[in-house]
């Protein structure tokens, strides 16, 4: 059996449609899947084979309208089951709810996708936790989320059809497929400055408090939200990084952890007024807000998302003949593994241990694998 060669060109019902086999019977929680996101398209896509999706946010309208269109879009029946979760990853008390309702659900969870991202904007802490917004969303929401989903996921290893991870695949076999974490990071991570500590190479701030990666800096005044997307950013593929390392000590690798970066794509968080004027700066949009294509090559949502898909589907896995397909830790593009687009700051295993203290403090919990 042989499948199609992927590239950044290729779209994410083109992946799944490749990979029906491996998403059959599977349920996935997938968070951030407003419309016009590549979150929404990955949930679209995937439901055509999945047996139960469940799609995240805090705006019930908003939820209502993404179940009520990836219905209507697909003309597959069955389809999977489409389950809403009321999930503000800004508070740790909405994750905590979020996380008691999903344990309580009879199915299993094999997939957790980390997609959602803030819109951006001033400083915001938000209550009660007095947490900066765009690193609650990308870290610390996430960070409990996973911890307290831990165990269900880990409970849903099962029997599956294993593939190899780059872009062409040729051969499959029968194996026993781990669980897995896909966590969202962007390339914008290799626009953080170098480091302004004098005795520290890594160039985000590791404080032992960890107050600026809770709340940003102590001055309002100098809080860039720019270079808080590319801090979160960062802060992710340094937190995909650990978990990967610690993941690899527990239970055989217990599950399988990447991270990737979708590409560059006009989705609704560059749409949004608060975000127009810092992409207008960095070149990535041009003066009337459109993308800057001249600059940069944009892919379309369903390309974004093909890598979402592709994470989904391939193998982390000890197949029947004994060897390991396990590629846990990789940092995907374009369908493919490229962990020479991490910048090698991000590998820091001292980084990489203070960060996940830190997000231990912050939500309040021990997360031990």
């Given amino acids: 059996m042989s499948f ?5 060109t290729t779209t994410a019902e083109e992946v799944a449609d490749a990979f029906a086999q491996q998403i059959r019977g599977k349920n996935v929680l997938i968070t951030g899947t407003s419309l016009n996101g590549i979150g929404y398209e990955t949930s679209r896509v995937i439901a055509k084979y999945a047996n139960l999706v469940i799609i995240t946010g805090y705006n019930a309208a908003r939820l209502n309208l993404t179940e009520k269109t990836i219905k209507s879009s697909l003309n597959t029946t069955p389809i999977a089951t489409i389950r809403q979760l009321h999930l503000d990853l800004t508070s740790l008390d909405s994750v905590r709810s979020a996380a008691a309702e999903v344990n309580a659900y009879p199915e299993p969870l094999h997939v ?29 929401g996430p960070f409990l989320l996973t911890k307290l989903l831990y165990p269900k996921l880990l409970a849903s290893t099962s029997t599956s059809t294993s593939s190899l991870l780059h872009g062409a695949v040729t051969s499959t076999s029968t194996s026993t497929s781990k669980p897995r974490i896909i966590i969202v990071t962007s390339r914008a991570h290799a626009f953080l400055p170098s480091s302004s500590s004098p005795n520290s190479t890594f160039p985000l701030p590791l404080d032992d408090s960890g107050a600026y990666l809770a709340r940003g800096p102590a001055n309002p005044g100098e809080f860039s939200s720019a270079r808080r997307y590319v801090e979160s950013k960062a802060a992710n593929a340094v937190w995909a990084v650990e978990f990967a390392r610690r993941a690899a000590r527990g239970r055989e690798g217990s599950v399988g952890v990447f991270s990737l970066h979708p590409g560059d794509i006009y989705t609704n968080i560059m749409q949004k007024e608060q975000n127009r004027v810092d992409l207008i700066g960095m070149g990535i949009l041009n003066p009337d807000g459109t993308p800057a294509a001249d600059k940069h090559t944009f892919k ?8 979402f898909v592709h994470a989904f589907c391939v193998s982390v896995s000890r197949s029947t003949t004994k060897k390991y397909l396990d590629h846990s830790g990789s940092h995907l593009w374009d369908c493919a593994i490229a962990n020479d687009k991490l910048a090698p700051f991000l590998h820091d295993e001292d980084a990489g241990k203070k960060l996940w203290e830190i997000a231990e403090e912050v939500v309040g919990e ?3 694998l």
């Fill in 112 to 140: 957790l996708i980390h997609n959602a991202a803030s819109a951006g904007g001033p400083l915001h802490l938000t209550p009660p936790n007095n947490l900066e917004s765009q690193m609650a969303t990308a870290l610390f």
């Fill in 4 to 8: 199609p060669t992927f590239s950044a």
């Fill in 366 to 368: 021990r997360f031990e």
């Fill in 300 to 307: 379309s949502i369903p390309q974004g998302a093909a890598t």
